[in-house]
């Protein structure tokens, strides 16, 4: 039995003795607990929890875990709350929905947990592909973007540049602002033979040069083609169906 309470019954049992009339019953739950009542303190300090918000872990507080014992406060983490999947569960203001690489973004209705969106992030460069297919410095960077990875590393390009093949079977498309660009002899594409991207002209001369572009339209002349982001098929007009 703790000292408190020691204290407290023996104030009662004295003053009934001398013929007093004894104090109040006090509700042993309602005494304080000191330090010294609960042992060695726990080494481990609080910590982060998972949902990158709640402190978890003892509190350095002394209380009252029933009449006759005392012990150090520890607080529990807040379980994970599921997001996305099937039952598209939101997260709340000021989180996102965060994917284990395994969940792949959520593909096949797979969940992931709400975590805080990080006000701060360290610079490292440690690069990965967001669920959004952006690539960002680290996955802090994305997180603070309420992004999940998807994977680690940049992301894959996802258009071809001035100069790379195109129009090709497993050739990415050009960027925006470019067209895919046929040489003579591939046919607009028709033979699978590759094309390479070039820039779209800004600016074109009204002199008539007319020509065939690869979408069966006359054009006055090949840059206004190419201006519309089609490749020339033949140097003269389309023949008439």
């Not at 009339?21 to 000191?34: G, K």
Request: hydrophobic fraction near 30%.
């Amino acid at each position: 039995m703790k000292p408190n309470l020691l204290l407290s019954l023996f104030l009662i049992s004295c003053v009934a003795s001398c013929g007093g009339s004894p104090p109040p019953v006090t509700d042993p739950m309602s005494v304080p607990c000191a330090p010294e009542d609960c042992g060695p303190a726990p080494g481990a300090p609080m910590h982060l929890c998972s949902d990158g918000r709640s402190q978890g872990g003892p509190t350095g507080e002394c209380v009252r875990a029933s009449a006759t014992a005392c012990e150090w406060q520890i607080r529990e983490c807040p379980a994970d709350r599921p997001c996305g999947g099937l039952t598209g569960a939101q997260c709340r203001a000021g989180e996102y929905c965060n994917f284990s690489l395994e969940a792949t973004c959520g593909a096949a209705d797979q969940t992931g947990v709400c975590r805080a969106i990080p006000s701060e992030c360290d610079e490292d460069d440690a690069p990965v592909c967001g669920c959004d297919d952006e690539t960002y410095a680290n996955a802090c960077e994305a997180a603070r973007e309420g992004v999940a990875v998807g994977r680690e590393g940049a992301c894959p390009p996802t258009v071809a540049s001035v100069g790379e093949t195109c129009g090709t079977r497993g050739a990415l498309p050009c960027a925006e602002g470019l067209f895919c660009n046929f040489p003579a002899a591939a046919t607009c594409g028709r033979s699978d033979a590759p094309g390479t991207c070039a820039e779209r002209p800004t600016e074109c001369e009204t002199r008539a040069r007319r020509v065939c572009g690869c979408d069966g339209t006359t054009y006055t002349n090949a840059c206004m083609a190419n201006q519309a982001g089609v490749s020339v098929e033949t140097t003269r007009p389309c023949r008439t169906r």
